[in-house]
């Protein structure tokens, strides 16, 4: 078999991103989403809740304008205000047009490929190729996948989501137990914590190679696949399970999903909303759109576990 070429980053991808980002929210090409953040700790777990009102009325993606058309692909082609840069030798980084949290950006197929497929070699060595360069600036960034109806995602074209840790944090100081907030996918992977949703974890390092990194992702996808059915689980093509994967410097998680969202109610019992998660519940950050949905979630904290069961698995 020929030998992967290695992705090739950008120098300073840090600076690249921000720069990039301030650029595009001040010409009005990324739409900056502000939020407020309380901290919640189920099953003692420092746990991120997000609000953002302005969120609810975020537009709709463009219909195709043929009644049989392909709908809009932002990553097809993506317009240079949106083009962080070229990830050769297939992949491309772009920034995130509907933000919450500040330099959000997306590793994107040059080729379209299917979100619904299990991730090949290269696009595991573009994702950590990505997190070394923010590494090697002194900085950690969170990486997660979304695959399949219950996941979270919302764009057919195979995409890998990048956050930077140090972003995530922001508003974090002055908020009740604030700093007690870290990566979920690293604290699941190092100490002894569980959420009540099955997740499958492993550490991984800067000296693994780009095949034994790959093989640890298949490994967990495996697992997963083999927790909802019997039988082989292939490796490539189409994914037999919803799930989110997450990846930093040193852990990966990957969990199988049955359900995108959970219904929640108030003290009163009346339905205020269905609070929806995506890959970034491996991070620990859980995001409310309306004011009833943040109001019944501070005032129980409790509702949080309930809508954790309700994602997945149990654990």
Same mark, same amino acid.
């Given at each position: 078999?020929?030998?992967?070429?290695?992705?090739?980053? =950008?120098?300073?991808?840090?600076?690249?991103?921000?720069?990039? $980002?301030?650029?595009?929210?001040?010409?009005?090409?990324?739409?900056?989403?502000? /939020?407020? %953040?309380? %901290?919640?700790? =189920?099953n003692s777990i420092p746990f991120q809740l997000r609000f953002s009102?302005?969120?609810? *009325?975020?537009?709709?993606?463009?219909?195709?304008?043929?009644?049989?058309?392909?709908?809009?692909?932002?990553?097809?082609?993506?317009?240079?205000?949106?083009?962080?840069?070229?990830? &050769?030798?297939?992949?491309?980084?772009?920034?995130?047009?509907?933000?919450?949290?500040?330099?959000?950006?997306?590793?994107?197929?040059?080729?379209?490929?299917?979100? /619904?497929?299990?991730?090949?070699?290269?696009?595991?060595?573009?994702?950590?190729?990505?997190?070394?360069?923010?590494?090697?600036?002194?900085?950690?960034?969170?990486? $997660? $996948?979304?695959?399949?109806?219950?996941?979270?995602?919302?764009? &057919?074209? @195979?995409?890998?989501?990048?956050?930077?840790?140090?972003?995530?944090?922001?508003?974090?100081?002055?908020?009740?137990?604030?700093?007690?907030?870290?990566?979920?996918?690293?604290?699941? /992977?190092?100490?002894?914590?569980?959420?009540?949703?099955?997740?499958? /974890?492993?550490?991984? *390092? *800067?000296?693994?190679?780009?095949?034994?990194?790959?093989n640890a992702y298949l490994e967990l996808y495996r697992r997963a696949?083999?927790?909802?059915?019997?039988?082989?689980? &292939?490796?490539?093509?189409?994914?037999?399970?919803?799930?989110? $994967?997450?990846?930093?410097?040193?852990?990966?998680?990957?969990? &199988?999903?049955?359900?995108?969202?959970?219904?929640? @109610?108030?003290?009163?019992?009346?339905?205020?909303?269905?609070?929806?998660?995506?890959?970034?519940?491996?991070?620990?950050?859980?995001?409310?759109?309306?004011?009833?949905?943040?109001?019944?979630?501070?005032?129980? =904290?409790?509702?949080?576990?309930?809508?954790?069961?309700?994602?997945?698995?149990? *654990?």
């Open positions: 078999m020929a030998e992967m070429t290695r992705p090739v980053v =950008p120098q300073n991808l840090p600076g690249l991103v921000k720069a990039a $980002f301030n650029k595009a929210r001040a010409n009005g090409d990324v739409t900056y989403y502000p /939020t407020q %953040v309380a %901290v919640l700790t =189920p009102p302005a969120l609810a *009325s975020k537009p709709k993606a463009p219909k195709p304008k043929e009644p049989n058309g392909k709908p809009f692909n932002p990553f097809e082609n993506p317009s240079p205000a949106m083009l962080v840069a070229d990830l &050769p030798p297939s992949h491309r980084l772009v920034l995130n047009k509907f933000a919450v949290v500040p330099e959000h950006f997306i590793l994107v197929t040059k080729e379209f490929k299917p979100q /619904t497929h299990v991730l090949e070699k290269n696009d595991i060595a573009a994702t950590f190729a990505c997190i070394q360069a923010y590494r090697a600036e002194g900085q950690e960034l969170f990486a $997660f $996948f979304n695959s399949g109806p219950h996941s979270g995602a919302s764009q &057919p074209h @195979r995409h890998l989501q990048l956050l930077p840790v140090e972003r995530m944090r922001d508003g974090l100081e002055g908020v009740d137990r604030g700093g007690e907030w870290n990566v979920l996918a690293d604290i699941l /992977t190092t100490s002894e914590k569980a959420v009540p949703f099955k997740v499958f /974890t492993r550490r991984v *390092s *800067s000296d693994m190679s780009a095949e034994e990194r790959h696949v083999k927790s909802v059915y019997l039988g082989q689980v &292939p490796t490539e093509g189409e994914a037999k399970i919803s799930y989110n $994967f997450a990846m930093t410097s040193s852990s990966m998680a990957l969990c &199988p999903r049955t359900a995108e969202g959970t219904a929640i @109610r108030n003290k009163s019992g009346d339905d205020v909303g269905v609070v929806s998660l995506n890959g970034t519940v491996l991070a620990g950050t859980a995001l409310v759109k309306n004011q009833a949905e943040w109001d019944a979630l501070r005032e129980d =904290p409790d509702m949080l576990l309930d809508i954790l069961k309700g994602i997945g698995l149990p *654990s």
